[in-house]
């Protein structure tokens, strides 16, 4: 029931991601009291303080980011699970925290408005962009696609029933047991997950799967599987429905990658952070910030920085953008395998080798004969990523194609993980290689 707590007293602040970093910021407090005595014998060891002094000044800031950031998915479900929304680890949280003060004011219609209103076309293409990376997702890439088309046009009688039944499938094959979403006895949970906590997957394909076998013209505010597609709640052709539909297929990306990495069980416990620990995590974060501080967005002009079509060389070395145009003449060239390897890693961890890779691109891309491009806009959005907008022109089926898609290319370590452009430790990578 909407407002209580869930039976069995957990909560999603509890799972490990989310209470290590509560953890932390606690003993990043407990080092901050003892600071004043430890800084001398920091120093004697050779220890830089000044950029620590830095640190140590804006704990308390963080911690009150890090109490909203941990109640938050518990608040968003508490109030939005039984209309069919939940938390998930990509969704927008200005977007959410905005949704929970209005619902707690009083105002959850509005609320819903507003949750819907996010889901337009650009952020609903770039989430299925995020679950490229699932290849469970491409054969149903097509038909994903023609559903919002549906949806951009208003069409959402016809949008609405193929994004619930790409879903079912979805989970379906991801699980390798023939249970869709709205199965019976389907475990939708994993253990370090926001979306698939017991308070979110299981929850939502309860509320979506519920029985309706009374027919009615009424409008519905939830996407019934059930009463839709088995043709008995006809008033479901409005955007509240749809945006909740496209909403779940989203939510199932966090629970389909802790299956593909087989993390849906816990790991064998690690051991408590030492004072050592903290004094290397406070240096990280000093010099860390001190970095994001610097960090600028360039302001690339097409034409006038750099061209808006050529071979590789004509790029800076190693810039997001010579990356970007090296991948798409591997593409020209038809060599997959080099295609694969200017991916970024957060894709390639999801196949069993680079080969496998290759072959999935050759399938998609051999069709299509990419015969020029033009770049139309380069944006750094974060110290570790830029987007790229490209107008393609190639021939699939004997036929000449124009599409203008947004590219999105993070600057990675060799173990994947996000640093600022620059690190000699990162490369760029090509991030949803597909859609065109």
Not at 38 to 64: R, Y
Not at 129 to 155: C, N
Request: hydrophobic share 40%; proline share 5%.
């Amino acid at each position: 029931m909407q407002g209580q707590e869930p039976s069995n007293l957990s909560r999603i602040q509890d799972i490990p991601r989310i209470k290590s970093l509560v953890d932390q910021v606690r003993l990043l407090k407990f080092f901050k009291q003892a600071f004043p005595l430890l800084k001398p014998v920091l120093k004697l060891l050779g220890v830089s303080t000044e950029q620590m002094e830095v640190a140590v000044a804006e704990v308390d800031i963080l911690e009150k980011k890090i109490a909203l950031l941990a109640t938050l998915p518990d608040r968003f479900n508490r109030l939005f699970a039984s209309r069919g929304w939940i938390a998930y680890d990509l969704f927008n949280v200005d977007r959410a925290q905005a949704a929970i003060e209005k619902a707690e004011a009083g105002d959850s219609d509005g609320a819903e408005a507003d949750l819907v209103e996010y889901y337009n076309e650009e952020h609903i293409r770039w989430h299925l962009r995020t679950m490229q990376a699932i290849p469970a997702i491409h054969p149903r890439l097509s038909l994903l696609e023609k559903a919002l088309d549906d949806y951009v046009q208003g069409r959402y009688h016809a949008s609405v029933p193929v994004v619930l039944m790409q879903l079912d499938g979805f989970v379906s094959d991801v699980g390798k047991k023939h249970s869709g979403f709205f199965r019976e006895g389907v475990n939708l949970e994993a253990w370090d997950s926001i979306a698939a906590h017991s308070t979110g997957l299981k929850v939502l394909a309860k509320v979506l799967g519920k029985e309706r076998l009374k027919t009615t013209t009424e409008p519905v505010t939830l996407p019934y599987r059930h009463g839709i597609l088995h043709g008995h709640d006809l008033g479901y052709d409005n955007k509240l429905v749809a945006a909740k539909a496209w909403a779940a297929l989203f939510a199932v990306r966090e629970w389909a990658y802790a299956v593909e990495q087989k993390e849906e069980e816990a790991p064998a416990k690690q051991p408590a952070p030492t004072w050592r620990d903290v004094i290397r995590t406070l240096q990280e974060n000093a010099n860390l910030q001190t970095q994001l501080k610097a960090w600028r967005p360039r302001s690339v002009q097409i034409g006038v920085d750099i061209p808006a079509s050529g071979d590789p060389g004509a790029y800076e070395h190693d810039s997001p953008e010579q990356k970007f145009v090296e991948y798409l003449s591997f593409w020209r060239k038809r060599n997959y395998g080099k295609m694969a390897q200017c991916l970024a890693l957060s894709t390639l961890k999801f196949h069993t080798s680079i080969n496998a890779l290759a072959g999935e691109l050759r399938e998609y891309y051999e069709p299509r004969v990419l015969k020029s491009f033009t770049l139309l806009e380069v944006h750094d959005f974060a110290p570790a990523g830029t987007t790229i907008l490209v107008e393609l022109l190639y021939e699939e089926d004997g036929e000449d194609r124009e599409h203008t898609i947004e590219y999105r290319l993070l600057f990675e370590s060799e173990t994947g993980k996000a640093v600022i452009r620059g690190a000699p430790e990162g490369r760029w990578g090509v991030f949803s290689p597909y859609y065109v």
